[in-house]
């Protein structure tokens, strides 16, 4: 078994140092591509655009997205994945022969197991929620779909493989992600958001059920990791190899690790839950249904991305981790809390005052 893992890390390697050779002045492109992938832009920008177009879209990427990392976490603890930057410096597989030279990048050196990729995993369940929502608004009945509808099908299926492939190419060139790792995270993904499209208690669930989800998911998790560590088994053997190896120790940032993503997840979950079952939501969906709704719902986009983008500005500070984790949760929640509840209740407010003005 080693030996077969090791022969397909080889092979990872390989192809990592042949598309860094290969496409050397195209590192900006990657690193561009590994930043958008990440699962924070989802919460941040797709999902305030999405929520005030379809709340029930928005609903469905933030329940992909936070599951799905959820289940990406659980399965790397279970893989106990390797990852390209740190392997190759620490395995005796070369021997006396010299190992391929791999460059690292600031983006190269995350904490966590690698397979399956979160990444290409978090990006597969997000896209897929957004083409599959396209077509199915421009789709209408199966027998009455016309020619657009195929040209728009085939368009925005392409589109979707090609962002997969970049996303995954981008993890690969950065040596973060071996190529089976990639490919397992985007069929995992996949596999997550069409369960979703079969699951409609998410869109009416009430605060006490987002609330025990949440606290399900962080004690299955805890759980999880205590029972492997009283069996000997140390989760965070992965942080010892970052450390150990990262080229620059300034790459390694405690954002990366496991409990840190399951935190910032949870905090989104919770949050959408709090902001859902609020009166500020009830009472902004009840003051816009006599508002102009297209030009209603840009202004809360527009409002949204701007104070999220102020917002997401605030770093936790790390030297405490506790602390960074629990700022990390209060900061997720604020999230959906913003883009639900407050932004629409405050716009909706302002013009239902400047209607009275005017009348």
Same mark, same amino acid.
């Given at each position: 078994?080693?030996?077969?893992?090791n022969?397909?890390h080889?092979v990872?390697?390989?192809?990592t140092?042949?598309?860094q050779?290969?496409?050397?002045?195209?590192?900006?492109w990657?690193l561009?591509?590994?930043?958008?992938?990440d699962?924070?832009?989802?919460f941040?920008?797709?999902?305030?655009?999405?929520?005030?177009f379809?709340?029930?879209?928005?609903?469905?990427?933030?329940?992909?997205?936070?599951?799905?990392?959820?289940?990406?976490?659980?399965?790397?603890?279970?893989?106990?994945?390797?990852?390209?930057?740190?392997?190759?410096?620490?395995?005796?597989?070369?021997?006396?022969?010299s190992?391929?030279?791999?460059?690292?990048?600031?983006?190269?050196c995350?904490?966590?197991?690698?397979?399956p990729s979160?990444h290409?995993?978090?990006?597969?369940?997000?896209?897929?929620?957004?083409?599959?929502a396209?077509?199915?608004?421009?789709?209408?009945?199966?027998q009455?779909r016309?020619?657009?509808?195929?040209?728009?099908?085939?368009?925005?299926?392409?589109?979707?493989?090609?962002v997969?492939?970049?996303?995954?190419?981008?993890?690969?060139f950065i040596?973060?992600?071996?190529p089976?790792?990639?490919?397992?995270?985007?069929f995992?993904?996949?596999?997550?958001?069409?369960?979703?499209?079969?699951?409609?208690?998410i869109y009416?669930?009430?605060?006490?059920?987002?609330?025990?989800?949440?606290?399900?998911?962080?004690?299955f998790?805890l759980?999880?990791y205590?029972?492997?560590?009283?069996?000997?088994?140390?989760?965070?053997?992965?942080?010892?190899?970052?450390q150990?190896?990262c080229?620059?120790p300034?790459?390694?940032?405690?954002?990366?690790?496991p409990?840190?993503?399951?935190?910032?997840n949870?905090?989104?979950l919770?949050?959408l839950?709090?902001?859902?079952? @609020?009166?500020?939501?009830?009472?902004? @969906?009840?003051?816009?249904?006599?508002?102009?709704?297209?030009f209603?719902?840009?202004?809360?986009?527009?409002?949204?991305?701007?104070?999220?983008?102020?917002?997401?500005?605030?770093?936790p500070?790390?030297?405490?981790q506790?602390?960074?984790?629990?700022?990390?949760?209060?900061?997720?929640a604020?999230?959906?809390?913003?883009t639900v509840?407050?932004?629409?209740y405050?716009?909706?407010?302002?013009?239902a005052t400047q209607?009275?003005?005017?009348?």
């Amino acid at each position: 078994m080693e030996a077969n893992m090791n022969l397909l890390h080889d092979v990872g390697i390989q192809t990592t140092h042949w598309l860094q050779q290969r496409f050397q002045g195209s590192q900006d492109w990657f690193l561009f591509i590994s930043y958008a992938a990440d699962l924070r832009n989802a919460f941040f920008v797709l999902f305030p655009i999405w929520f005030h177009f379809s709340e029930a879209v928005g609903i469905r990427l933030i329940w992909v997205a936070v599951i799905g990392d959820w289940l990406n976490l659980v399965f790397k603890w279970i893989l106990f994945g390797e990852r390209p930057y740190w392997w190759v410096l620490d395995t005796d597989y070369y021997g006396n022969s010299s190992a391929p030279e791999i460059q690292q990048f600031p983006l190269t050196c995350e904490t966590g197991p690698g397979s399956p990729s979160g990444h290409a995993m978090g990006a597969a369940g997000v896209y897929y929620v957004m083409v599959t929502a396209l077509l199915s608004a421009a789709g209408g009945e199966k027998q009455s779909r016309t020619l657009g509808y195929w040209v728009l099908w085939t368009v925005l299926w392409i589109g979707f493989w090609a962002v997969q492939v970049c996303v995954c190419m981008s993890r690969v060139f950065i040596a973060a992600h071996f190529p089976h790792q990639v490919i397992a995270g985007v069929f995992s993904g996949m596999a997550v958001a069409k369960t979703f499209q079969h699951i409609r208690c998410i869109y009416h669930a009430s605060f006490h059920r987002y609330l025990g989800i949440t606290i399900f998911l962080f004690s299955f998790t805890l759980g999880f990791y205590l029972l492997l560590w009283t069996f000997g088994v140390d989760l965070l053997w992965t942080l010892e190899k970052a450390q150990k190896w990262c080229s620059n120790p300034e790459w390694v940032h405690i954002d990366t690790t496991p409990f840190a993503s399951l935190l910032r997840n949870l905090g989104i979950l919770f949050g959408l839950g709090l902001a859902l079952n @609020s009166h500020l939501y009830q009472e902004s @969906s009840r003051l816009k249904q006599g508002q102009q709704l297209p030009f209603f719902r840009v202004g809360c986009i527009a409002a949204s991305l701007l104070i999220l983008h102020v917002f997401d500005a605030f770093k936790p500070p790390s030297h405490v981790q506790l602390l960074f984790y629990a700022l990390s949760f209060c900061k997720s929640a604020a999230v959906p809390l913003a883009t639900v509840g407050l932004i629409p209740y405050c716009l909706s407010q302002l013009l239902a005052t400047q209607h009275k003005k005017a009348a």
